[in-house]
Structure formats: structure tokens, C-alpha cells
């Protein structure tokens, strides 16, 4: 049930959680609109801004994929 406060009545824990969101992992996932992250992942993978941009389309923005991307692209060179 609800209890009052206030600002109107407050939903009880059970029926808040089905209203929860779904927690996002970013963990393993490469935010573009961040560019200090963008920046770092590409100078620690050594590729010109051109070569980012190419091995991300082909890839996504999971960084393994993108570090296995740019591996299969430079084999010998980079260690996934």
C-alpha cells in the first residue's frame, strides 16, 4: 500500500521495483560522446583517427571487439 507524506502518497518497495530501470554496463563499452575515453582507447591501441573511426564502424562500440578488430587488422602488433 502507499503510505502519505507531504508530496502525495510514496509506492512501497514491491511495487517500486517493477518501475526500476534496467542497470546499464558500461563497462565494456565505449562511450562516444566522451572523449577523453574515445582519446585514450585510441592512443593506447596506436591508430590514427581515421583508422579508429574504420576499425569501430566495422566493430561497434564493445571495446574487445574493438581491440580483436584492430588485433585481426595488424596481426602480430597488438596483443588482444
Known amino acids: 500500500m ?3 507524506s507531504q508530496f502525495g502518497p510514496i509506492p ?4 517500486t521495483h517493477m518501475n526500476r530501470l534496467k542497470p546499464v ?3 565494456n563499452s565505449l ?8 582519446k585514450t ?4 591501441l596506436k591508430l590514427s583517427p ?9 566493430s561497434g562500440n564493445s571495446i574487445s ?9 595488424r596481426p602480430g602488433k ?3
Do not use: H, I, M
Not at 12 to 15: G, I, K, R, V
Not at 41 to 44: A, F, G, Q, S
Not at 50 to 55: R, S, V
Open 50 to 58: 581515421d583508422q579508429f573511426a574504420d576499425a569501430l564502424r566495422k
Open 41 to 44: 582507447l585510441r592512443k593506447r
Open 2 to 4: 502507499f503510505a502519505l
Open 31 to 38: 562511450d562516444l560522446s566522451d572523449k577523453v575515453q574515445v
Open 65 to 73: 571487439a574493438l581491440v580483436k578488430e584492430v588485433a585481426a587488422a
Open 25 to 27: 554496463n558500461l563497462r
Open 12 to 15: 512501497s518497495a514491491a511495487e
Open 78 to 80: 597488438l596483443e588482444a
